[in-house]
């Protein structure tokens, strides 16, 4: 299986602020790696596909970079809505996640 | 809207199937070019994908459970099921069901169940 592996696990920040999350891959994944929001209680939500690729209705806010096995995650500026749990996942093999970043009210 | 809701038992007792359904409405599962599968969380834990097959019957497995799990689409009456057999306490988790969008080697869920707990539990 192809390993995941997400830092920090979990940051606190201010609204206004500027996040970033990285997702590292045990083996080169190209560009084949997705990011989830998963507030509580919720199911996830795709945010980016294909490592930039920003989903129809997502905030432009946030962003996705990278390739190979090094992977970030960016808000460019943290609204209230943003505290949650962000996923990455690849499907370069099997599918896995991420252990999840948690982003938390400073 | 598309939309998909997961049913099914909330207790299982251990060493027995795990069996779940996920309804989709607002579309029809047999449409596009998008698998259906399952993806579990448990307590307090990370995303686990399962499993997912095209309605037509090509299948991808978490090879991890391959051997006790069966999934099937039914086009009659837009559902996936899933069963999973011989299931432990460790298997408690939330259960979704999502849509796969598939595009070669990229793969990735767009539209989720709001999922349904499962207890593995005596």
């Known amino acids: 299986d192809i390993q995941m592996t997400q830092s920090p696990s979990s940051l606190s920040a201010s609204v206004g602020d500027r996040v970033t999350i990285t997702c590292r891959a045990s083996q080169s994944i190209s560009t084949f790696l997705n990011w989830y929001q998963q507030k509580p209680g919720k199911a996830p939500e795709l945010l980016i596909s294909a490592a930039s690729s920003l989903q129809s209705g997502v905030p432009s806010r946030f962003s996705g970079s990278g390739s190979g096995t090094d992977f970030t995650l960016t808000i460019s500026s943290l609204q209230p809505e943003d505290f949650a749990i962000y996923y990455c996942q690849q499907s370069y093999g099997t599918p896995t996640f991420g252990q999840g970043t948690k982003v938390e009210i400073k | 809207q598309l939309q998909l809701q997961e049913s099914g038992p909330g207790l299982v007792k251990p060493s027995e199937t795990l069996s779940l359904t996920c309804t989709v409405s607002?579309?029809?599962?047999?449409?596009?070019?998008?698998?259906w599968g399952w993806i579990r969380q448990p307590p307090g834990k990370g995303l686990e994908w399962i499993v997912s097959s095209y309605y037509s019957g090509s299948t991808y497995y978490n090879p991890s459970l391959k051997s006790r799990v069966t999934i099937s689409v039914d086009t009659s009456k837009n559902q996936v099921s899933l069963k999973l057999r011989s299931v432990t306490a460790a298997e408690t988790a939330v259960y979704y069901c999502a849509r796969h969008v598939t595009l070669g080697y990229y793969y990735y869920m767009d539209v989720w169940g709001k999922g349904t707990t499962v207890t593995v539990s005596s």
């Open positions: 607002g579309g029809s599962i047999s449409s596009g070019s998008y698998y």
